[in-house]
């Protein structure tokens, strides 16, 4: 833990750092944008959703344009829950895609990650693509995302460009984004930020704790969970497990000492026993892990207790899962996702 205690969590030291930083960041795109339209693309993340609160509070309802494209590698229920705090704001424009026969056509049969990377951010790209034509916009519009200084870092962007590319961050490369980049029109507001600066910045903008507070939770969502080929049953598996050991979590107070927990379910099955007879399931692995940025990470040293309720809590609600295993690798060597 002290090597992560070392590192930088933030840039703010108190509450007033965080207003400060506001009003500047208000006034700063305000100068920027002046009337042109802007297009802010939502994952449903906590990053995405503090810059949709961001910029409804700077940019006039009818200049601003949600848009949520909802790839169906999303938690449980989560679609629904991002909507309903989004259109607590005061944005006028909110439109929510549905693009899961899209991304899970696109990804059959395709087992390599980085090639999964690839493939969900060219098809961010086509569906948004498709989906802003809709929306008529002129050229010149902005375009802003909810990207974080430490996505920049590992995607080898911005200040921390000289580490080069860890994993290819769907937000950060694709070719949209390039060309507006390169055209000087990427709103990118929250790109001096880490997280625990974000979630600050969220509190002060009146959005609720259970945006805030959320895990963080990577763009290209289940899939890079779901190791190996992407099927809706297997998204459908994990998305239940995941819910328990959230829910769980939550229930045990150990939400909040965490810094980001999930399931991933592994490509592998084993042979096990039901009522008295073979069962041959999938293995499921849990990850819970305390970070300061995402850019290193240490295991939480769960209660074995803990553990052991809830692989037999998923085991009996989710059949399929026949097995259960925890991820114990700090970060390095291991990345925090599995893929
Ligand atoms: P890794 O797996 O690289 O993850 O140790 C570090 C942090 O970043 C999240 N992550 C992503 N976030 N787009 C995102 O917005 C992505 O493509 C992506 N990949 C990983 C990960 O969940 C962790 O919090």
């Known amino acids: 833990m002290d090597q992560i205690k070392a ?17 500047e960041q208000k006034a700063a795109i305000k100068a920027r944008v002046k009337d042109s339209p802007v297009l802010l693309l939502i994952s449903g993340g906590v990053d995405s959703s503090v810059c949709a609160a961001l910029l409804s509070e700077c940019l006039n309802a009818k200049q601003l344009q949600l848009l949520y494209i909802d790839t169906g590698l999303m938690r449980l229920n989560e679609s629904q829950k991002v909507i309903k705090a989004l ?6 424009n909110l439109y929510h895609i549905d693009a899961e026969e899209d991304f899970l056509a696109a990804l059959k049969g395709i087992t390599d990650p980085e090639a999964k ?3 969900i951010g060219d098809m961010f790209v086509k569906v948004q693509e498709r989906e802003v034509q809709k929306l008529g916009l002129p050229e010149d519009y902005f375009l802003a995302q909810g990207t974080i200084y430490p996505d920049l870092a590992e995607s080898g962007k911005g200040k921390g460009a000289e580490q080069g ?21 990427v709103l990118e507001p929250l790109g001096s930020l880490y997280k625990n600066d974000v979630r600050q910045l969220g509190q002060i903008l009146g959005l609720p704790e259970e945006i805030t507070r959320r895990h963080p939770f990577p763009g290209p969502g289940l899939a890079v969970r779901v190791l190996g080929e992407v099927t809706k049953e297997k998204c459908d598996i994990l998305r239940q497990a995941d819910a328990i050991f959230t829910d769980e979590l939550v229930k045990r107070g150990l939400y909040d000492k965490i810094w980001q927990a999930f399931a991933v379910l592994l ?9 008295g007879t073979r069962s041959y399931g999938w293995t499921l692995a849990l990850r819970a892990i305390n970070s300061v940025d995402g850019m290193s990470a240490e295991v ?16 009996s609600r989710v059949p399929e899962i026949g097995r259960l295993v925890y991820d114990i690798t700090d970060k390095p060597p291991a990345t925090i996702e599995w893929e």
């Open 87 to 92: 259109s607590l704001l005061k944005a006028q």
């Open 117 to 119: 990377r690839q493939i």
């Open 165 to 185: 590319l860890v994993k290819s961050h769907h937000n950060v490369r694709s070719p949209l984004i390039e060309q507006k980049r390169a055209a000087g029109l």
């Open 7 to 23: 590192k930088k969590s933030g840039i703010f030291d108190d509450a007033s750092e965080t207003k400060k930083f506001l009003e």
């Open 267 to 275: 490509p592998l099955r084993s042979v096990g026993v039901s009522d």
């Open 300 to 315: 939480f040293n769960f209660a074995i207790k803990d553990l052991r309720e809830i692989a037999a809590l998923i085991s």
